[in-house]
């Protein structure tokens, strides 16, 4: 490793070219990467130096975990057509295969869930496949693999690394029995441990951490930097960000927006330019109703456990005849709210809808009462992927509201096909959804048309309130801008309201009348669509309120 | 015409494709060994009838989500329970018949809700808890054929005067009055048994109109996709205990029509390995484990049992010695075996 070498020894540098390239630790030059002819990530550019921490910044789906895991090598990558462009590890172009050269080649990941062996002490974890050992006889018959461990040789290293991290962990304590912030601190000794160690990638390790537990780490992150070690840093703390890394680059729709010495950044900034551009198509956008209408939705401290989306406390009140719009990152709970509503996860709170109180954890009642639920998760909940398009579109109404159903004397509920293949027809012509016809089998069919599928779905209900969740998720641009004018032409034409869930603050702006955001499980705000983009982006990042700024409701 | 075949080929299954035509060939050689091409017809067709309500019985489970109905013996039990208490009272001819389904359909209804209730709490291991509870009430039968009240002395031990046979002749009760019911001889030997033909084909258009109705419509979906079942207000559980309570039911109504076909009532051991050639047949008829169709129920009994037919005689035939047994075995066993793995691939996707 010559390269190393001569950072040890920095007057062995040659002027010139060399000198550049020594200096920078990690170069990203022009790197740019398709999914399926999406482009996720364009033109990136952006140098690392000796020592340098780097924020990293952006709304989910901005490119963040692409472009590291094309630094990481990650199969993923490969499987889909690699990417252009170079990764410049000291000066060198780097051709990662596997995460295994990566972490060769020095560089480590922390990841947001943890790679650890839960019945393993500390120690053990840290070393594992990197243990020190001794010789003994068997060695000579079945090769190195038979080496004797040698427990107090690595009970010291792991020491010194947990010792690094400036915290106080034993190495003898197993895993399984640590707080999640010390499975973090054991991971990253892990990465400590390594010798070649040059660039750290940090993947929100403070997201599980308290406040006096994120002191300690962005301390141990400072030590790190000393020593030489690159560092990039991703969080949603902004404040973090701020404190602990020499530079801030912000990832906006896969390109970079900005990349300046954190000095020159405040959080107002940085949020205005993570959710970014306000041009985006406003034709959709409306004109605001008058705020005196009565509610039709209220809900009263809702509590969802659903995984990966908890809702912790969420009151709120929805106008009758509007669309509201609910935001905020990947994980703060916006999903739960109509996932418990709709009675999918297990809740508790009160939810009185159109006047009357709502038992919840019953799909059916709330279905019953007059709601209706487009799922976030089309294939799991939202379809009966291996059924013709004409049941999928009638089968919630027939279910649930006794439509498409012809009573044939004997109380039999015979399903009326031609009722069934009418609607569907209708369905197929109004919202253009491209097959060979009714029969036609959804599994069949491409992302933005089984979204159709769905959307036709609750229409042929005729709900008197409407969830949508991440309706446009995964579908491509006509089929987006399709589903929208549906949602909107619904609201307009049957005042049916709207309730929609969406990742993208920019679409929920272009359709909505008011935006709750959500964070940590709850409401960090309610906004008009027409508030500074600004305002929201702080909301997201859970520093709006607690700074008082004015927050309209 | 290669590319054409090849189609025809992938829609059918190969499975199917390479039975029909093994079939076919025996069939094609029956002659050349001496064995007539009607007679076997006569006799595939009447096994057909025998066995095609049980393969029937598999369709709802495997619709609602509970897999395939390895527990069939429980319905089977039931049969031979209606089969006995009406020999028990002296029925003869068709009300003999009705009366067995009469007391059957009852007990399998209560014991197959029972067994749904026990599949509910064991959803994903469905077919495994399926196997055992069919072994373990067989085993439990076992005991109360002994003890049973039953007095009819036809029924009893010969000695000693308590406890059902083995084996139990229905002549003289109800042989074979289904077979008989208006069916037709086509030369000296080609019989056709109307009566147990057209109650399988009523049992099929029964279970294909269910599915047609609202409630088969909700079972159809949980079987398909629990969480779009459940988001769209379908109660899964009770779909799937009414599922079971169908395939229980019609494993009994199946029991009886196999007896009065058989000639015998067959207790203790005799429903053991009921399951299996009814669980291989609908398998060779190119049902799923999460998907069947009456189409795969009929064209998978008739291959089925057109091979059991045909082995014994054909091969036998050729080979002089006995290979029936041994092609059954292969044949079921093999079909189940082949699209339990067809499953774990349908996972992985």
Partial sequence: MSGAEAFDSPGAYVKGEREIADKTLLHMRNVQKDFYGNRVLEDINFEMKRGEIIGLVGENGAGKSTLMNILFGMPVIRETGGYEGAVLIEGEEAHFRNPLDAIDAGIGMVHQEFFLIPSFTATENILLNRESSKYNILVEIFGERLRTLDRAAMRERAERAIRELGVDISPDTLVSDMPVSYRQFTEIAREIDREKMKILVLDEPTAVMTESETDTFLAAMKRLAAKGIGQIFISHRLREILDVCDRIVVLRDGRIIRDLPSSEADVRKIASWMVGRDVGDSSLRRVRKEETRPAILSVRNLRVDMPGEKVRNVSLEVRRGEIFGIGGLAGQGKLGIPNGVMGLHPSDGAVVFDGRTLRLNDPLESLRSGMAFISEDRRGVGLLIDESIALNIAFTAMQVQERFIAKIPGGVKWRDEQALRACAKEYIDRLEIRCTGPDQRVVELSGGNQQKICVAKVLAMSPKLLFASEPTRGIDIGAKRLVLEVLREFNERYGTTIVMTSSELQELRSICDRIAIVYEGKIAGILPSDAPLEEFGLLMLGTGAREGEPVHA | ?349
């Fill in chain 2, 1 to 349: 015409m290669r590319k054409r075949f090849g189609r025809l080929v992938e829609n059918v299954g190969w499975a199917r494709v390479i039975i029909a035509a093994f079939l076919a060939l025996l069939f094609a050689v029956a002659p050349l060994v001496g064995i007539r091409v009607d007679t076997s017809l006569s006799d595939t067709l009447l096994r057909v009838g025998m066995n095609g309500i049980m393969v029937l019985a598999m369709v709802p489970m495997i619709q609602s989500g509970c897999g395939l109905n390895f527990g069939l013996p429980l319905g089977v039990i039931a049969g031979l329970v209606g089969a006995v208490t009406s020999m028990e009272f002296n029925w003869t001819g068709f009300a003999g018949f009705f009366m067995a389904i009469v007391f059957a359909v009852p007990l399998a209804a209560l014991l197959g809700f029972l067994y749904g209730l026990v599949l509910n709490r064991a959803k994903g291991d469905e077919m495994m808890i399926a196997t055992y509870v069919g072994f373990s009430s067989v085993a439990f039968m076992c005991m109360m054929w002994l003890l049973l009240p039953y007095k009819n002395p036809l029924m009893l031990w010969g000695f000693g005067g308590t406890g059902l046979r083995t084996t139990i002749s229905l002549e003289g009760f109800w042989l074979t009055v289904l077979d008989r019911f208006l069916s037709f001889r086509i030369g000296e030997f080609f019989f056709f048994p109307t009566g147990t033909i057209l109650l399988f084909a009523f049992g099929c258009f029964l279970v294909w109109a269910f599915f047609r109705t609202k409630a088969g419509t909700a079972m159809t979906a949980a079987g398909s996709n629990a969480q779009f079942a459940r988001a769209n207000g379908v109660d899964i559980d009770r779909m799937r205990v009414l599922s079971v309570v169908l395939s229980t039911v019609l494993g009994a109504v199946g029991m009886v029509v196999y007896e009065q076909s058989y000639g015998f009532i067959q207790l203790y051991m005799g429903p053991f390995y009921m399951a299996f050639p009814a669980v291989a047949a609908i398998l060779l008829g190119g049902a799923t484990i999460n998907r069947a169709t009456i189409v795969n129920v009929v064209v998978g009994t008739f291959l089925f049992q057109g091979i059991l037919t045909m082995t014994p005689s054909v091969i036998n035939g050729i080979l002089r010695t006995d290979m029936a047994e041994v092609i059954r075995i292969i044949v079921s066993n093999g079909m189940i075996l082949y699209a339990l793995t067809r499953k774990v691939q349908a996972k992985k996707r």
